[in-house]
């Protein structure tokens, strides 16, 4: 364990489990959260679920998986460097994805509009579902037992401080550092590497970001350090280049505010009223204009709608032949549903959510394609 600063969350100042349990004899809390987020089932599902583009379409753009180990490392590094508890940085980052249902984005969408009825479907809600209950590896307690500040980060993102049934984390003050960190880097992670995935899937040219102000921000001291470069070279080069200059913008911002804001302790990081973690204004302008690029020239281009709209196709229909033939459903969450008859839509679709984008596919061919199939 690194030394940390005294506005770092310390493991010995955690508001604990759900279910009390000894501790370990040399393993602290939010390293036993991380470790256990690993052997999830959630966790490993990750390598078949679509972060952008679906896992079919090549096999070196990012998955929901390796977005994740990104978006861990960066944000371990800035923990480190900002004498954050890293343990816990790392925890709430390899965490922070696993709710994420098959198809990505249009998973997500046709999820929610198919439980409308029943408070619709949220990736970080279902997140905090899967590690608080739906996770069956221990004999002593459902879930994953994680602490309460990994569980808090789960309500934060999904902006549900207000409701009542989470009033204990809204209790707790403001965001810890750790979990704004994870929350800035995958925002940076994501922006980065979609410009290189679609760049590689020919969505966009190396001419066309020239447009954007990071991007030449980037490929400037890039082009000038090895004039010579071109095509996948500059690219990977800008690419790496984009990483850091957003990364070391973090580091100098958040320097700047936690200076500025005055912040000591761990108190004064949950009393703060303005957010600590953040980039300066002008890289912020910048990354909001990347942003609406790839709004409007990748995650809306129509070969990546085309892509999803399969997935949309058949995650509808999969949740209608659950709901109306429950006696389809696996053995365990037939069960579930007949434990929780009020809410049968909440049940199919966990199951649904649960599912990689593969496993999505197939079933949907065993159930309405291919009779042959079982
Ligand atoms: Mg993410």
Not at 32 to 37: A, F, G, K, T
Not at 128 to 146: I, Q, S, T
Not at 227 to 255: F, H, M, N
Request: charged share 30%; proline share 5%; glycine share 6%.
């Amino acid at each position: 364990m690194n030394d940390l600063a005294p506005f770092a969350m310390p493991d010995e100042a955690t508001r604990g489990r759900r279910h009390p349990e000894p501790a370990h004899p040399f393993r602290l809390p939010y390293q036993r959260d991380r470790e256990r987020i690993v052997h999830s089932s959630a966790f490993r599902r990750m390598t078949g679920k679509t972060q952008v583009l679906p896992a079919s379409v090549n096999d070196h753009h990012r998955t929901r998986l390796t977005h994740t180990l990104e978006v861990v490392q960066v944000a371990r590094t800035v923990a480190r460097r900002l004498k954050l508890n890293e343990d816990l940085t790392e925890a709430i980052a390899l965490a922070h994805d696993i709710g994420h249902p098959p198809f990505g984005h249009a998973g997500e969408t046709v999820l929610d509009e198919c439980l409308a009825n029943a408070g619709g479907f949220n990736h970080n809600l279902y997140g905090l579902r899967r590690v608080d209950e739906l996770e069956a590896r221990y004999p002593d307690f459902p879930g994953l037992n994680l602490t309460f500040e990994v569980r808090e980060s789960f309500v934060r993102h999904a902006g549900k401080l207000a409701d009542p049934k989470f009033a204990e984390f809204a209790a707790a003050g403001a965001e810890l550092l750790e979990a704004s960190v994870v929350d800035l880097v995958d925002s940076i992670a994501y922006d980065t590497h979609d410009v290189d995935d679609a760049l590689g899937l020919g969505f966009i040219t190396l001419i066309d970001l020239e447009e954007l102000g990071l991007w030449r921000r980037a490929a400037t001291p890039v082009r000038r350090a090895y004039p010579a470069l071109d095509g996948y070279s500059l690219r990977t080069a800008v690419v790496r280049e984009l990483l850091a200059l957003q990364v070391d913008d973090l580091l100098g911002e958040t320097t700047r505010r936690l200076d500025a804001a005055r912040i000591r302790t761990v108190s004064d990081v949950r009393g703060a009223s303005v957010p600590l973690v953040g980039l300066s204004e002008t890289i912020a302008k910048e990354k909001g204009e990347l942003e609406r690029f790839l709004r409007e020239r990748v995650y809306t281009h129509y070969r990546v709608l085309r892509m999803t709209a399969s997935g949309k196709r058949m995650i509808h229909a999969l949740f209608g032949t659950y709901l109306a033939s429950p006696e389809l459903l696996p053995v365990r969450h037939g069960r579930r549903l007949r434990e929780m008859t009020s809410q049968p839509e909440v049940v199919v679709g966990d199951y649904l959510a649960g599912m990689t984008d593969r496993f999505a596919i197939q079933e949907y061919r065993r159930l309405h394609a291919a009779p042959s199939e079982v």
